[in-house]
């Protein structure tokens, strides 16, 4: 008996926790695809899962853009709504427009709030003077473009300080209408609470509990639409394997992480698993230090660009799940015109400029430039499997041309304290060379690209690369200051060519857009650019 | 047999030990002091700063210099360093810890949801661990040269070393995913009623992740204090003596060779607070563990900071109390205190 003891007690116990927890209970756990409550396209309820928790999801509080902002925008809507390569109106009945500077906004009627208070031209007149005022929150606006707005009757005038063709795109589509009769009283916006998450969208914020996610009921009151699915749920699920494992499970309908491309052949063999697929305008780069020599040389950047085959990232770090990066940034499908440039990758050329700029190989066959030699650090951020391999790649693509990389894989936040401190570029930057990204919105207009390369630090507040030229900068002010769509297109163009020349960042890939979903619960899922599954079209038959 | 008995304290005694016991306070006092200047300096020693909740990096970068410093004012971490740790050891010492930065609410009423949570988890697992790796330990000591001996030695090392972030995911994969028993996720059922029932679903996985990869430290330091204990002199004697070898191991061997293990298990008792940050972040528990991780990445200053007072003051407490009893369980420590 002494001897087994022990043993029995623990084996005992752990096994009398196991049953207690099952109950003897075999069937399956809570939640598996919710049988019988689908018809076509409609679902009771549908449980998505987020990786963090979104705050109070107010456009002040939510902490991420994605898939932050698109919760926000189940709750709040805008004026207008982007829809395919156009825009639609949406709180707005049209947008009226002569010279890009004065736009007129009738405003749709018989709009309310979701605490029933009607919906009014007031409240937009609020709403740009409280973004103004509050600049901070991942949803803000920056409204500063905007000189005045005014409003008669149900018609919203905003005019421009400068001409916009995009401010539409740009600006509008982005700004949730905010209710003066709730916000007007808020002075600390990061502070506002879920009874300020109180908008005129499709789903109303019902519940929330920063441990356990969101309970969000459609509105019935909808005026641009009818809600296809009754009870949004949305769980925070931090660690990715487990969002896919309950996804496979069914205590999830939807995960809002990107299906890594190992495995995506196996969700397209499960059968209840659908994937809704689309374009990322999202891109990832390698970044020079331009301000750093030899990085401050073009023909130094453009020689190691030369060595780089992005087509071969694509294929091994992606498996093809992706678009090759083009030189002049832009992704072929953006709304903005992309020119087709001629892709930069020729290793013998990159040996041949190398040659002519007089780096000759050492001993070691490594490249010896104005005395130094070709060794470079490359930073990379840990959290990012496919920067992680593709970083791997490119020191071995610079190595076949004389150049070593020394990889330094870095947390996100220690990265961008090198590469972006403060997320302010008058604070220079800490690095040779750095694997970097930019979300999508940064795709989606012209006058954020030309935010990426303009050496003014007010026009180019996004120049983590530290990138100065002359002649750039005068294709950005004609850019940022042409007065018709047609005349920034074409100034979008030069600024392409330009930087396929220059070449202050290498774009490498743009991942393609891979969302999963039980289909058995739910199917309605619909790609929207830029805005990917989760949106308002997806869960919504919006009648625009 | 002979018995020792304890000396009955002597005054000279009791007011060494009143002295003992005010020297150890104090040490205390200077120790929970330092944690608490290393709990404000370490956050704002990272790099990276609370300005990243406060909107997107392509939102932030449109800021002007003023707007950033208005932001820091209001909020609370834009004062010069010194004036916002006085305000901190302030707030400390009346208990206010402030607003978390990222949920925007009172840093108590954040920790309080997620305490019991972690108390449940950590606490189911710990009192396990405490008793597999004992019972296990004992036994892998006396049978040490035989099969069962080295069999519970080498599984211990096993998943001892088996990575917790690993076998938590395959737990998922064969109880939830393949045999559909066990729920993946959380601490309670999917439409957030609390439940017994519920909750000890929940509680399975990852407390069986947290007792398999920790049960092989305490087996190894109970099974090798004990085997140092059983040839120690002491111990020779009472075989000489011929003492039966079960009453040898329970009265002379047992009592001695557990007492390190009292130690382990109050130090791991004042870890608890911590949580287990891969545990519950693999299976979205939301207990202390995965705040303090969501604090950190989002550079939450006073939720960090709150997050480190409580398990500060739990190892405090946990090594005071293990200070406190380890004289009532070794009569030589008793002797040693009062000198």
């Known amino acids: ?544 | 047999m002979v018995q020792t008995e304890t000396p009955a304290p002597t005054e000279r005694g009791r007011r060494s030990y009143g002295r003992y016991t005010a020297g150890r306070l104090a040490q205390y006092a200077a120790v929970l002091f330092i944690a608490l200047t290393l709990n404000f300096a370490l956050p704002r020693a990272l790099p990276g700063g609370p300005l990243k909740l406060f909107g997107s990096p392509e939102a932030l970068a449109q800021l002007t210099a003023e707007e950033r410093a208005q932001i820091a004012n209001q909020y609370g971490f834009g004062q010069p360093l010194h004036e916002q740790f006085f305000t901190y050891l302030g707030n400390v010492f009346s208990l206010d810890l402030g607003m978390s930065l990222s949920q925007r609410r009172p840093v108590m009423e954040v920790l309080g949801e997620a305490l019991p949570w972690t108390l449940l988890l950590v606490g189911t697992s710990i009192v396990i661990t405490a008793l597999l790796g004992v019972t296990l330990g004992v036994i892998g000591a006396l049978r040490r040269r035989k099969g069962k001996g080295s069999g519970l030695l080498g599984g211990a090392i096993v998943f001892d070393s088996l990575p917790q972030f690993w076998l938590g995911m395959l737990l998922i994969v064969l109880f939830s995913v393949q045999l559909r028993m066990l729920p993946t996720f959380g601490a309670v059922g999917p439409d957030g009623v609390v439940t017994i029932g519920a909750v000890a679903q929940h509680l399975v996985l990852p407390v069986t992740t947290l007792t398999l990869t920790g049960f092989g430290y305490l087996f190894l330091y109970t099974r090798s204090s004990l085997l140092t204990v059983l040839t120690s002199e002491p111990v020779q004697h009472a075989h000489a003596r011929g003492v039966p070898y079960r009453q040898i191991v329970r009265r002379h061997a047992l009592r001695p060779a557990l007492l390190p293990v009292h130690t382990i298990i109050m130090m791991e008792i004042g870890f608890l607070a911590a949580g287990s940050i891969v545990v519950e972040t693999v299976f979205a528990y939301p207990g202390l563990g995965r705040l303090t991780f969501n604090a950190i990445s989002a550079r939450d200053y006073p939720l960090m900071q709150g997050a480190f007072l409580v398990l500060t003051v739990m190892v405090v407490v946990m090594n005071a109390v293990a200070d406190a009893t380890y004289p009532l369980l070794d009569p030589r420590a008793r002797a040693g205190g009062a000198r």
């Open chain 1, 1 to 544: 008996m002494y001897r087994r003891t022990p043993r029995s007690i623990a084996a005992a116990g752990l096994l009398a926790l196991t049953l207690a927890a099952c109950g003897g209970n075999t069937a399956p756990v809570q939640n598996q695809g919710a049988p019988g409550q689908k018809t076509a396209g409609t679902a009771a309820s549908v449980t998505i899962s987020i990786s963090s928790d979104e705050s109070t999801l107010t456009p002040f509080t939510n902490q991420t853009g994605y898939p932050g902002d698109n919760l926000v925008n189940l709750i709040f809507d805008s004026l207008v709504t982007v829809q395919g390569d156009g825009i639609k109106p949406l709180l707005a009945k049209e947008v009226q427009t002569t010279d890009n500077k004065v736009y007129t906004l009738p405003l749709r009627s018989g709009v309310t709030w979701h605490d029933g208070k009607p919906f009014t031209a007031e409240d937009v007149l609020f709403s740009v003077d409280y973004y103004r005022e509050h600049m901070e929150g991942d949803s803000a606006i920056d409204v500063r473009p905007i000189e005045k707005v005014s409003a008669e009757g149900d018609t919203v005038t905003m005019t421009l300080k400068a001409p916009d063709p995009e401010f539409p795109r740009r600006l509008l589509a982005d700004m949730a209408m905010l209710p003066k009769h709730l916000w007007e009283s808020v002075t600390k916006v990061k502070e506002a609470g879920t009874d300020k998450a109180v908008g005129t969208g499709p789903f109303k914020l019902t519940t929330y509990d920063p441990s356990r996610g969101y309970t969000l009921t459609a509105n019935a009151a909808y005026a641009m639409g009818k809600p296809k699915v009754q009870t949004v749920k949305v769980v925070v699920i931090p660690e990715e394997a487990t969002q896919f494992a309950a996804l496979r499970t069914g205590e999830v309908h939807m995960s809002t992480r990107l299906v890594p491309p190992q495995q995506l052949q196996s969700f397209k063999q499960q059968p209840n698993i659908g994937i809704v697929e689309g374009t990322e305008f999202a891109s990832t780069l390698l970044a020079f230090n331009t301000g750093r020599a030899p990085f401050d040389k073009a023909e130094v950047r453009r020689a190691l660009a030369k060595a780089i085959d992005v087509n071969d990232l694509v294929k091994t770090v992606l498996l093809g799940q992706g678009t090759p990066g083009n030189p002049g940034f832009i992704h072929a499908k953006s709304p903005i015109k992309a020119d087709e440039l001629p892709p930069l990758f020729d290793p013998e050329g990159a040996k041949r400029d190398l040659d002519a700029l007089g780096a000759a190989p050492g001993a070691d066959g490594i490249r010896v430039l104005s005395g130094k030699p070709m060794s470079y650090e490359l930073l990379v951020q840990s959290s990012s499997t496919d920067r992680l391999r593709a970083a791997e790649l490119i020191r071995d693509m610079l190595k076949n041309v004389g150049v070593a990389v020394k990889i330094t894989s870095l947390d996100s936040d220690s990265l961008d304290a090198k590469v972006w401190p403060d997320y302010d570029v008058a604070q220079g930057r800490n690095y040779d060379m750095s694997m970097w990204g930019w979300s999508a919105p940064t795709m989606l207009s012209s006058g954020m690209i030309a935010q990426l390369v303009a050496s003014d630090h007010k026009d180019g507040p996004l120049n983590v690369v530290g990138f100065k030229n002359d002649a750039v900068d005068a294709v950005v002010k004609t850019l940022t200051s042409a007065p018709t769509m047609e005349e920034r297109s074409e100034a979008a163009k030069q600024l392409q060519k330009l930087l396929a020349e220059q070449v202050p960042f290498l774009t490498l890939y743009y991942r393609n857009g891979t969302y999963a979903f039980r289909k058995d619960t739910y199917d309605g899922w619909a790609w929207q650019d830029g805005a990917a599954a989760l949106n308002k079209f997806s869960l919504v038959d919006m009648a625009l």
